[in-house]
């Protein structure tokens, strides 16, 4: 198999919550809704336990975490609060989960702003500030970019909307477990435990107290009515499991992948001609690095690039052919983001994997280029 490069897409179950979830599929088996026997009462005894453990992580009330299937579902559920009349606030910088929900609501009546990011994928504070109308009822702006690694300034979008009266549902799926993120404006926030070395299928949202969601599930009315469906358990627990992991571990793994990263950026620019890095200098997700490669085309030089796995941007978008509206967002020319490849590090990839990486990448780069130009 290749070397795994591609940890904003998903990342590989961490052994450790492997063994922590296993009982849960056969001898903790039972329906926390079955509080009628032993069985149920274990189940829901250990949900109420892995709730408070997720909401210690993010420093939140245990009642202020709700469980879904994922971070796309959480952000429909999020979304949900909008209504005809309603005014909301995003950017094109946003996971498709955002962007496909919006689109639909403004075919109904809600009235939608995109904001601009910067040539680095950020949202200016006082762009946010300048977009606020009297009907505004949320903003929805991402903690973490999954394809350029850009980290928003959420604190200080949350404040500007907490001052204004209004909600602030942050998608936090590519931040949560890799950096420390500001909650404390945060309204509302969506996750997903798969890009956090949890299950896939099972993920998350805050929605702080005295915010009535609106479910999208209707049905048994579980997770207190927000979310219908029995809850799945050996997911709960795993994603607890892999958020504690991520507190005792995350920082010290951010400094590794950021070290690690640099390495790849300052070697790629030096040695390939006609590479240029994508997205912001700073303040950017550790093990995060885009790059433009002139006069060729990402998926050439990923097909030249056997031994590894990576992509061009985001996974839900990879059977798409056109080019990423993130880069075409922050201004990267078409031409550019068609030649853009990125490079997801994580706890498995070594010094190894990034002296091999850059070795191939100077191989190939300028032997496609001559093909293509034959
Ligand atoms: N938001 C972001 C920023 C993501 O990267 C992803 C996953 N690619 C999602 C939402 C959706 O997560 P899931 O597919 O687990 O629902």
Redesign the pocket.
């Known amino acids: 198999m290749p070397v795994y490069m591609d940890h ?2 998903t990342t590989p179950v961490d052994p450790r919550v492997v063994e922590t979830m296993l009982p849960y599929f056969t001898e903790f088996f039972g329906n926390p809704a079955s509080l009628t026997h032993a069985y149920g009462k274990r189940a829901a005894i250990d949900v109420e336990d892995a709730r408070g453990v997720i909401a210690k992580f993010f420093g939140v009330a245990q009642n202020e975490i709700y469980f879904t ?5 959480s ?1 429909n559920i999020a979304l949900n609060l909008l209504g005809p009349g309603d005014h909301a606030i995003s950017s094109a910088m946003e ?1 498709k ?2 962007l496909v929900p919006l689109q639909r609501l403004g075919k109904h009546g809600v009235e939608v702003t995109m904001l601009t990011p910067d040539a680095e994928g950020f949202i200016d504070p006082e762009e946010l500030r300048g977009a606020i109308r009297p009907n505004t009822k949320l903003v929805s702006i ?1 903690a973490a ?2 394809e350029i690694g850009t980290l928003q300034p959420i604190g200080e979008l949350g404040a500007i909307c907490r001052e204004r009266g209004v909600l602030f549902h942050s ?1 936090i ?2 931040g949560a477990g890799k950096v420390p993120l500001d909650l404390t404006n945060v309204d509302l926030a ?1 996750f ?1 435990a ?2 956090l070395y949890g299950p ?1 299928g099972i ?1 998350g949202m805050i929605v702080r107290r005295g915010i009535r969601i609106e479910p999208v599930m209707l049905g048994g009315g579980q997770e207190k009515g927000a979310r219908s469906g029995t809850v799945n358990v050996p997911g709960v627990i795993g994603m607890a499991r892999a958020f504690w992991f991520r507190d005792k571990e995350m920082a010290a793994e951010g400094e590794r992948l950021t070290l690690l990263r640099n390495e790849l950026w300052d070697r790629v620019v030096a040695e390939v001609p006609g590479a240029f890095v994508n997205g912001p200098r700073e303040r950017r997700l550790p093990g995060n690095l885009n790059v433009a490669f002139e006069r060729v085309e990402s998926d050439a030089v990923m097909l030249a690039l056997r031994h590894f796995a990576l992509s061009s941007g ?3 978008s990879s059977g798409d052919r056109s080019a990423s509206p993130v880069l075409l967002a922050i201004g990267v020319a078409e031409e550019l983001a068609y030649g853009s490849l990125r490079f997801g590090l994580g706890k498995s990839n070594t010094a190894d994997h990034v002296a091999l990486l850059v070795d191939d990448l100077k191989r190939n780069i300028p032997r496609l280029r001559e093909i293509s130009a034959a």
């Open positions: 904003h897409a299937a994922g971070a796309t579902e952000n996971h989960s955002i991402e970019n999954g998608d799926t590519q969506a997903s798969h890009k896939k993920g985001s996974a839900c």
